[in-house]
């Protein structure tokens, strides 16, 4: 016998990180397990990334009037007359009042985003007495609600320390790589990529700044920035401005991104944040060596400093940033070396070994 597990998502339509991990563990378990994963509303349009036929997609259809009440009770219902073992959320606005549909099934919260997240989105807007006491009530509002789950599931070791501080029921699962290994890179291009949303977040305006300083010793190389976002009109002034129009460039979305990979010789990560970097994930599975501000959370339990790349202790410093660019673009014999390492630890997440800690986890709650 199948046990039912039901992913909540308010929308599968975004092609951002959580709904294409999303789509990568249902497809991994669904040989094992019943899966739906529950829409609030799909809005019309085709879902984000391919799913296994053999998972159910129920789009519930939620107006935009009075949207918390009618998800709440749509979902209520749904649940009620289902019966899954395990519900799972990934921290949409079920989060509020999931744990309280009395269905019988056991309640995951699944977070997809650093402990910290409010403040970096805060900090946008608000500074000072202000961005602190807003960001405690965000917490302290999340960690209320999240208590109430049978246990929260985050993506790194350094989040989970910093849940537990809270709650008793936080545990750690790896993001899994959720590209094919069919091209690994020779590292002979004179090219580095950096792939993510076009957002503040990212930091892909430190990168440019940076790249004035890479170009003023290596005008042969060029930096390719894969994605799309609100920030792109404004980071192609940057680039202007800087007078990198020919050596920086704005590549936009590729379906085949580990092709891409295999084009390139060294992977860049600027972001001010993140919760656990996927990018990082599929560059060292093509073989790239990474550098990385060390920022929250993640890239300290992906990148080994100085055996498969480099981690910039503070975010933003942008001369360290250059200087190790420059240092893997000088050392063919590095680069090979760190680009070797970054293949080998990157099998430890593989699909298969984080559907593991999934079939484990679940076990435990059933």
Wanted: proline share 2%; hydrophobic share 40%.
């Amino acid at each position: 016998m199948k046990y039912n597990i039901a992913y909540c998502i308010e929308g599968f339509y975004n092609h951002g990180g959580m709904e294409r991990i999303l789509s990568v563990c249902a497809n991994l378990l669904s040989d094992i397990y019943s899966i739906t994963i529950i829409v609030a509303n799909q809005r019309g349009r085709e879902h984000a990334y391919n799913l296994a036929q053999n998972i159910n997609v129920v789009d519930l259809c939620v107006s935009s009037t009075n949207y918390k009440e009618e998800y709440k009770k749509s979902l209520t219902r749904y649940l009620q007359d289902h019966r899954f073992s395990v519900v799972i959320s990934l921290a949409g606005l079920e989060l509020f009042f999931l744990p309280q549909i009395k269905d019988g099934s056991k309640k995951v919260m699944w977070f997809h985003f650093a402990f910290d997240v409010s403040k970096m989105f805060l900090s946008e807007r608000f500074h000072g007495w202000k961005l602190n006491l807003l960001y405690y009530i965000h917490t302290i509002r999340r960690i209320y609600f999240a208590k109430k789950f049978d246990t929260i599931v985050v993506l790194s070791k350094s989040d989970c320390d910093s849940w537990s501080r809270f709650c008793n029921n936080v545990k750690y699962i790896y993001n899994p790589i959720t590209i094919d290994r069919k091209v690994i890179s020779n590292l002979s291009e004179e090219s580095v990529i950096a792939v993510g949303r076009l957002g503040w977040q990212k930091g892909f305006d430190f990168l440019i700044d940076s790249w004035v300083l890479v170009d003023d010793k290596h005008p042969d190389w060029h930096l390719d920035i894969f994605g799309e976002g609100p920030d792109r009109l404004e980071l192609q002034h940057q680039i202007d401005r800087k007078g990198l129009h020919d050596k920086v460039r704005l590549c936009g979305v590729t379906k085949q991104i580990e092709e891409e990979y295999g084009k390139h010789s060294i992977y860049v990560m600027s972001s001010r944040a993140e919760g656990f970097p996927l990018a990082l994930l599929e560059a060292s599975s093509c073989g790239l060596p990474m550098i990385s501000f060390n920022c929250h959370q993640g890239p300290n339990e992906i990148i080994q400093e100085g055996e498969n790349g480099f981690l910039v202790d503070k975010v933003g410093d942008i001369y360290t940033l250059s200087d190790r660019i420059c240092k893997l673009i000088e050392d063919n014999n590095l680069r090979n070396m760190m680009g070797k390492k970054a293949l080998d630890s990157s099998f430890r997440f593989e699909g298969e070994v984080i559907k593991k800690d999934w079939i484990s986890l679940l076990k435990q709650l059933i």
